[in-house]
């Protein structure tokens, strides 16, 4: 192995470390200050979402910058430890988005140097209803997705579809934990457990979330979560890949980063087989570019201590929802927990009767600054990027077609003010019982 050498990226350090120690001192007390200036929402203003961090997330921010360490490093890997210690596996690997998570997973499953790896033309189901890019990267490996049908209630996959889609091609599932709502994990983990399947858990909706007292994502051999700025946690764009299996993990690392042998566990066998190709550029696996920031990091470290007292707010609001609109329960119908589940809240989502009530209802709470998004993307098997590309469905998906034609969600953050939470019962109400 090569000696370590100089690093490819020197840190600027202050001289005068006194000085730089007050001025930083200055800078986080302005921050605060700064910070405390931030008006709160009026309780007629309800959007999706909110900015969810202060003064702490910025100074973390801003310190990578002011010590000029500013490409992946040792954040990233607090970041990840700690992560990792959060949902209960082994490893966690960050990336730059979500979506970028979701590419990762499947990419590192279809190595072909992994026992059992996906082969083009190889199946995986996956729910109708669910982010565009849950689905993208399964077509992007060559892979079909096997689109599955939601239960209205939980918007979870039907568990019953599971079997009806297994073909010869089977080869994965990927339970998506919907808006917050955690899928039922047992059934699915013994399901895939007895046809052999690679389990990906796409989390990005529902990080904290857990069945059973256990958090998903951490139930199948890759579990996914996103950091945009809406989500449970925020890094501004961000995502994390998460696994017990150190196999998984090890290819993860290089291939979130060019394909590269820096960070893997097998490091020095490779280099050993390759002796006449520098090591420090000696690149193993197919790869891609999706590393995260250290500032990305600083940010996260911040806000994962904020996470349960971010869900528990997001909780109490649903509960406060739910509790107030229930005698709306003849017009809408409420997304329900399954027996052990603990719902983080995404957002709050209701069914109306029909199609017509959703999009009367949508302009009606719109008009009156309430926020409202269609659930997530309704049925992906009839979007263009989808339709017009190989994939297989279960069904007819009616269950997914309903949730896209009669359900709406909105906004529910763990900012939301009792001021605010009152008005969208107000408009809910004034919807379904106007006043004489
Ligand atoms: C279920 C699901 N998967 C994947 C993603 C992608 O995450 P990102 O926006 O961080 O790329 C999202 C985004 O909201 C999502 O909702």
New binding site residues.
């Given amino acids: 192995m090569t000696a370590p050498g100089p690093p490819s990226t020197a840190s600027a350090r202050a001289v005068d470390t006194d000085r730089a120690g007050r001025i930083r001192e200055e800078i986080d007390t302005l921050l605060v200050e700064f910070f405390e200036l931030v008006e709160p929402m009026p309780a007629d203003t309800c959007p999706l979402s909110v900015p969810l961090y202060g003064a702490e997330e910025v100074s973390g921010a801003l310190t990578t910058m002011l010590d000029q360490n500013v490409t992946m490093g040792a954040r990233v890997r607090d970041f990840e430890r700690e992560f990792a210690d959060f949902v209960g596996a082994r490893h966690a690997i960050m990336v730059n ?6 590419l990762l997973a499947l990419a590192v499953l279809s190595n072909p140097s992994l026992p059992g790896a996906l082969r083009p033309g190889d199946e995986v189901i996956v729910p109708a209803v ?2 565009a ?2 689905i993208s990267p399964i077509l992007q490996q060559g892979c079909i997705p096997v689109m599955v049908d939601i239960d209205q209630n939980t918007l979870n996959l039907v568990p019953e579809d599971l079997e009806r889609a297994l073909s010869n091609r089977t080869r994965a599932v990927m339970p ?1 934990h ?1 808006l917050g709502n955690p899928v039922d994990m047992a059934p699915l983990m013994e399901f895939a457990d007895k046809h052999d399947l690679w389990v990906i858990e ?1 989390t ?2 529902s990080l904290g979330s857990s069945v059973d007292g256990r958090m998903v994502g951490a139930f199948g051999h890759c579990g ?1 979560y ?3 700025f809406s ?1 449970h946690i925020t890094t501004i ?3 994390m890949l998460v696994t017990s299996d150190d196999r998984i993990a090890d290819l993860a690392r290089s291939m979130r980063a060019h394909g590269w042998t820096r960070d893997m566990v097998q490091r020095e066998e490779i280099e050993a087989a390759n002796p006449w190709i520098d090591p420090r550029f000696l690149f193993v696996n197919v790869g891609y570019n999706l590393r995260p920031m250290e500032l990305q990091a600083a940010f996260g470290l911040v806000q994962l201590r904020r996470l349960e007292s971010f869900n528990e707010a997001r909780r109490a609001n649903a509960a406060y929802l739910l509790d107030a609109m229930a005698p709306l329960a003849e017009h809408l119908d409420f997304v329900t927990e399954q027996q052990g589940a603990r719902s983080t809240w995404f957002g709050f989502t209701v069914m109306a009767r029909d199609g017509e009530i959703k999009r009367r209802l949508s302009d009606h709470l719109e008009g009156l600054g309430i926020a409202t998004r269609p659930i ?1 993307a309704g049925n992906l098997a009839i979007q263009p990027a989808f339709r017009d590309n190989p994939h297989r469905t279960v069904g007819h998906l009616a269950g997914a077609t309903q949730v896209g034609e009669r359900g709406l969600f909105i906004g529910n953050h763990p900012n939301l003010s009792k001021a605010q939470l009152d008005h969208i019962i107000g408009a809910f109400t004034s919807f379904f019982v106007p006043k004489a």
């Fill in positions: 988005s979500g979506s970028s998570a979701n669910t982010w890019t849950t998506v919907l796409d990005c909706e996914t996103s950091f945009y989500h764009e961000g995502g997530v």
